[in-house]
């Protein structure tokens, strides 16, 4: 499993990735509109890299 955390992000790393706030990312999460995310056993929730691009790929909407 240590080699899979490696390649996993979090919330920190998915805000600075997209260049909004980390709260922002965990609205969109709680809103059901942000990137997929993976809750681990620890209850730290974690994203794949490749479901954050896919995410924005598919023209992510933003409310208003």
């Known amino acids: ?12 790393e998915v805000a600075n990735r997209l260049g909004v706030a980390e709260s922002t990312v965990r ?9 997929q995310s993976i809750k681990l056993p620890t209850g730290a929730v974690r994203y794949r890299p490749e479901d954050v691009v896919r995410w924005v790929d ?7």
């Not at 598919?58 to 208003?64: D, I, L, T």
């Open 1 to 12: 499993m240590a080699d899979s955390a490696k390649i996993l992000w979090d919330e920190k």
């Open 27 to 35: 609205n969109w999460r709680a809103q059901g509109r942000g990137p």
């Open 58 to 64: 598919s023209g992510y909407r933003r409310a208003g």
